[in-house]
């Protein structure tokens, strides 16, 4: 069926460096790809996403690229700080109403 | 505005025992979502419910059964429960101009 990879399933840098999480789609027509950030003991929340009809996008310190053609999309976020430390996962979209989620990144800001 | 609400937020079980996760929102969504959430797995569709009186299969939908009460209101139910359910679940409804999910805060169940 389809699916999402998302690597690496954790990642830790130096306050300030930048980060970047990788994901790959199976389903050629997947169309919306969201990524949500996950702080320990809470609810995942939408952070950036991104439609197929757009290459890249840009919110502040967090930028999401997208391949269509290779079928991946990735996240990035620049200047990290220790709130950013948090488990995101990638989605794709199936059909008009699922949206499946890859394994999640474990990202860990080291002071 | 409370967005989505999810009762319990914790529940132990011994196996064989049925439960019902309650999930509420009322955001006026037609979407709502119910996931599972595994270490290492990610975010599981379970099952879902493009509108009031239709539901479909997720991924994983073996072991539970759904009903969409009404708009607001979209339960999940595990009839016979199973160590391998051992599980935080997840509810969600979806803002149909933007294809955001919202979540509820999550319910930790244990099958013992």
């Known amino acids: 069926g389809e699916n999402v990879e998302q690597h690496p399933s954790t990642l830790s840098v130096q306050e300030g460096d930048s980060a970047v999480i990788k994901c790959t789609y199976s389903d050629s027509a997947s169309n919306y790809f969201p990524w949500y950030k996950q702080e320990l003991g809470k609810r995942p929340q939408l952070i950036i996403d991104?439609?197929?009809?757009?290459g890249e996008k840009k919110d502040q310190r967090i930028a999401v690229t997208l391949n269509k053609t290779a079928k991946h999309f990735s996240l990035h976020i620049t200047e990290t700080q220790p709130e950013d430390s948090a488990v995101y996962f990638c989605?794709?979209?199936?059909?008009?109403?699922?949206?499946?989620f890859g394994q999640g990144t474990r990202l860990t800001i080291n002071p | 505005n409370a967005g989505v609400t999810q009762t319990p937020k914790f529940q132990v079980l011994k196996t064989g025992q049925s439960m019902t996760l309650q999930c509420a929102q009322d955001?006026?969504?037609?979407?709502m979502y119910w996931y599972r959430q595994d270490p290492g797995m990610g975010l599981r569709l379970i099952y879902y419910s493009a509108s009031e009186g239709t539901t479909d299969k997720g991924e994983v939908p073996n072991g539970y059964n759904v009903s969409r009460l009404n708009k607001r209101e979209f339960s999940l139910r595990l009839e016979s429960a199973a160590p391998s359910q051992t599980s935080v679940y997840f509810c969600?409804?979806?803002?149909?101009?933007?294809?955001?999910?919202?979540f509820g805060e999550g319910s930790r169940l244990t099958v013992l």
């Open positions: 955001m006026n969504h037609n979407s």
């Open positions: 989605a794709a979209s199936i059909g008009a109403q699922k949206l499946v």
């Open positions: 969600a409804s979806k803002a149909a101009n933007t294809g955001e999910l919202f």
């Open positions: 991104i439609r197929s009809n757009v």
